[in-house]
């Protein structure tokens, strides 16, 4: 499930852009004058999900009065990475078993789950499974190692709303309600199940914005062995009219490769 360097990379969470004081006012004499960080002239942030592989990236970049900074947050929901604390399930079938008044009922969920990336570390997904010859849909959420989901079975009214925790070798264990009839039971699903994946924040080490275009640059942190070192390369353009209308490039050099925007608020060039 490994994609090569060049075909991944970027992202970022909002900055917090500090303005404190080297000196606090109470050291100061008294009608001493205070001097307040200038704003930024020029904010380029962005929030997206990419497509071919399924990523999804967080920028913000600043840009005046002789500074160049920002920060990036990204995740790859199809790399795996151990260690990050952000899952995605894994491809192929999986088993499901489910434990109620001391008896166990096996399920399997199929493969071939649908995966939409809501943000940089929350992944909804969406499949069917069967149990015998019971078939069920299945659609949920995995935000960072937390699951929460909902089985609903074919032709009937019940339904079962799960909520579990992933283990780091891809297990998850949780506890599930049914409703028509109102049953409280627990779940468990095997190791590999869910990967870690790629995630990683890193800040902006040079970055220009002009008019609606933003370009920068990171290197890949610690927090990625596989990938660590590595510098990515970004440009971005603010469409003005919606995500759909915003372009986003990365690579290690030029030129750069165009992924799709699927999702998230896009690019704002201001």
Same mark, same amino acid.
């Given at each position: 499930m490994k994609f090569s360097r060049k075909h991944m990379y970027?992202?970022?969470?909002?900055?917090?852009?500090?303005?404190?004081?080297?000196?606090?006012?109470?050291?100061? &004499?008294v009608g001493a004058?205070?001097?307040? #960080?200038? &704003? #930024?002239r020029h904010v380029a942030t962005g929030s997206m999900a990419l497509a071919g592989p399924l990523q999804y990236e967080q920028f913000r970049a600043l840009q005046g009065f002789g500074r160049h900074y920002g920060v990036v947050e990204y995740t790859n929901w199809e790399y795996a990475e151990p260690g990050t604390g952000v899952y995605a399930p894994q491809s192929g079938a999986h088993g499901l078993e489910f434990v109620y008044g001391g008896s166990t009922y096996e399920h399997t969920l199929n493969a071939g789950l649908k995966l939409r990336a809501l943000s940089k570390d929350r992944l909804a997904f969406s499949g069917t499974g069967f149990s015998g010859s019971q078939t069920w849909r299945i659609f949920g959420q995995v935000h960072r190692s937390w699951l929460r989901s909902t089985i609903a079975y074919d032709g009937q009214a019940? @339904?079962?709303?799960?909520?579990? @925790?992933?283990?780091?070798?891809? /297990?998850? /264990?949780?506890?599930? *309600?049914?409703?028509? &009839?109102?049953?409280?039971?627990? +779940?468990?699903? &095997?190791?590999?199940? +869910?990967? /870690?994946?790629?995630?990683?924040?890193?800040?902006? @080490?040079?970055d220009q914005i002009r008019g609606r275009d933003v370009a920068f640059q990171f290197v890949i942190p610690k927090a990625a062995p596989d990938l660590a070192g590595i *510098?990515?390369?970004? @440009?971005?353009?603010?469409?003005?009219?919606?995500?759909?209308?915003?372009?986003?490039?990365?690579?290690?050099g030029i030129p750069l490769r165009p992924y799709p925007i699927i999702g998230g608020p896009g690019v704002t060039v201001r």
């Open positions: 970027a992202a970022a969470l909002p900055l917090t852009v500090g303005g404190l004081l080297a000196t606090s006012a109470a050291a100061l &004499p004058a205070v001097r307040h #960080p200038l &704003p #930024p019940y @339904k079962v709303f799960l909520t579990g @925790k992933v283990a780091a070798d891809g /297990s998850v /264990s949780g506890t599930a *309600k049914a409703v028509n &009839p109102a049953q409280d039971l627990t +779940f468990t699903m &095997p190791a590999g199940t +869910f990967a /870690s994946v790629l995630h990683y924040i890193a800040p902006i @080490k040079a *510098k990515v390369f970004v @440009k971005a353009h603010d469409g003005g009219w919606g995500p759909r209308h915003d372009r986003y490039a990365e690579g290690t």
